[in-house]
């Protein structure tokens, strides 16, 4: 599985952005998504992840309420809306696979990684 992210960019405090993360490979639904955020100086951290039909999924603490993923298996894609976007949140955002059924919140449990897409939030 190739993962690529796109949709980084630099937006205000409050905004928002959706990235994408577009999957090339068989079995695309198998697959459980992860999103993972890695601000400067610190280390890979979860975000969001997805179940491979898109209806479970499950959120790390500080971004529940305000970032949506969801998938779109006939396009081999997964995203993640963020909305009211804080300065805290500015970090290198990745996409991830995993062979289901379960979710992870370790990165290291995660198999197959996109090359990362930049989000910036000024204050």
């Known amino acids: 599985v190739q993962l690529q992210a796109s949709g980084g960019g630099l937006v205000q405090a409050g905004g928002s952005l959706r990235l994408s993360c577009a999957a090339s490979?068989?079995?695309?639904?198998?697959?459980?998504m992860g999103w993972f955020r890695q601000a400067p100086g610190k280390e890979r951290e979860f975000v969001a992840a997805?179940?491979?039909?898109?209806?479970?999924?499950y959120y790390e603490d500080s971004v529940k309420g305000r970032f949506t993923t969801s998938r779109d298996n006939a396009k081999n894609t997964v995203y993640v809306q963020m909305n009211s976007l804080k300065p805290e949140d500015t970090a290198v955002y990745y996409c991830?696979?995993?062979?289901?059924?379960?979710?992870?919140?370790?990165?290291?449990?995660?198999?197959?990684w996109g090359q990362g897409t930049l989000v910036t939030v000024s204050s």
């Open positions: 991830a696979a995993v062979y289901g059924p379960r979710f992870y919140v370790s990165p290291n449990l995660y198999d197959y």
């Open positions: 490979g068989p079995l695309f639904n198998r697959y459980y």
């Open positions: 997805i179940d491979g039909s898109g209806t479970r999924t």
